[in-house]
């Protein structure tokens, strides 16, 4: 089988619908599966959704495992020699895997993909392409001078505002919405690190899977609609949680070393005081 399509779900049934039809479509031609994660289940969407589309794979989880969890459960079943690690909230243009498989069939230095994503507004996300967040990057960001100068190499390294957003680029880091991946190296390195419960778990992969001296390409030319933070309400007190626990659960990660001590030290208390202002504005 060349392709697995992995879909974790929450709560997002609508979403998941036309996500499901957009893959559907894209798969012609393609010997492919679609396995849907189905966290915190409810028990009459989960079979509605199994009566429309009774070719995929499903798996219902009585409680919310997490992004990282749920995207391993499927990654252990699937059987094609590429995953596609797919949010329930994009939607797909015909030619997407296609174009996307052929890529990485050509390119044999190349572990992982990702395309450019917009919102339904038609507006680039700029989190489609990314740069490591190093302590400079990380406080350009929070600090908004990346906002300031969103087409900088310097100020905006983050989201790599001087490369062209619609061409083909190495990168360091590619989005959970869309990474697809060779099955055989997401494995090696043992699928996502699931101390990620949501959040974070794509830049550790994408980090991990360089290490192993594959590049991450940014594939500008092709261009999916992504319908940013359905599954979460950005403005609730758990995804304040679950956002600003995996940036430290990060930085103790990729700064332990005792060199670091002063990055990790400083960068704590750049994460304390920018989910400080978040929470007031919560409140």
């Given at each position: 089988m060349e392709l697995s399509v992995i879909i974790v779900n929450y709560k997002v049934y609508h979403y998941l619908?036309?996500?499901?039809?957009?893959?559907?479509?894209?798969?012609?031609?393609?010997?492919?599966?679609?396995?849907?994660?189905?966290?915190?289940?409810?028990?009459?969407e989960s079979t509605r959704i199994i009566g429309q589309f009774p070719s995929i794979k499903f798996i219902a989880n009585s409680d919310n495992k997490g992004f990282s969890k749920a995207n391993n459960q499927a990654l252990a079943m699937s059987k094609g020699s590429f995953v596609l690690f797919l949010n329930p909230d994009t939607v797909l243009p015909q030619h997407a895997l296609k174009d996307s498989l052929s890529y990485l069939s050509q390119h044999q230095s190349v572990g992982?993909?990702?395309?450019?994503?917009?919102?339904?507004?038609?507006?680039?996300?700029?989190?489609?392409?990314?740069?490591?967040?190093?302590?400079?990057?990380?406080?350009?960001?929070?600090?908004?001078?990346?906002?300031?100068f969103p087409r900088s190499g310097f100020y905006n390294q983050y989201a790599l505002g001087n490369l062209d957003k619609d061409k083909v680029h190495p990168v360091e880091i590619l989005a959970g919405a869309y990474l697809m991946v060779r099955t055989q190296l997401v494995k090696q390195i043992g699928g996502f690190d699931e101390q990620f419960f949501m959040y974070g778990e794509d830049i550790d992969l994408s980090k991990r899977l360089t290490a192993l001296g594959f590049q991450n390409h940014y594939l500008g030319?092709?261009?999916?609609?992504?319908?940013?933070?359905?599954?979460?309400?950005?403005?609730?007190?758990?995804?304040?949680?679950?956002?600003?626990?995996?940036?430290?659960?990060?930085?103790n990660k990729y700064y332990a070393l005792k060199g670091h001590w002063l990055k990790r030290k400083?960068?704590?208390?750049?994460?304390?005081?920018?989910?400080?202002?978040?929470?007031?504005?919560?409140?």
């Open positions: 619908v036309s996500c499901i039809q957009s893959v559907q479509a894209a798969l012609n031609g393609i010997e492919g599966e679609i396995i849907v994660v189905d966290n915190e289940s409810d028990s009459v992982a993909v990702g395309v450019q994503m917009i919102n339904k507004e038609g507006q680039f996300l700029p989190e489609s392409k990314r740069a490591f967040p190093k302590p400079m990057t990380a406080f350009f960001k929070l600090s908004g001078l990346a906002h300031l030319n092709i261009v999916i609609q992504h319908i940013k933070g359905a599954s979460t309400n950005k403005n609730s007190k758990d995804y304040l949680y679950h956002f600003y626990h995996s940036m430290h659960l990060f930085v400083l960068l704590h208390l750049a994460i304390r005081g920018s989910k400080s202002i978040a929470l007031l504005k919560y409140r």
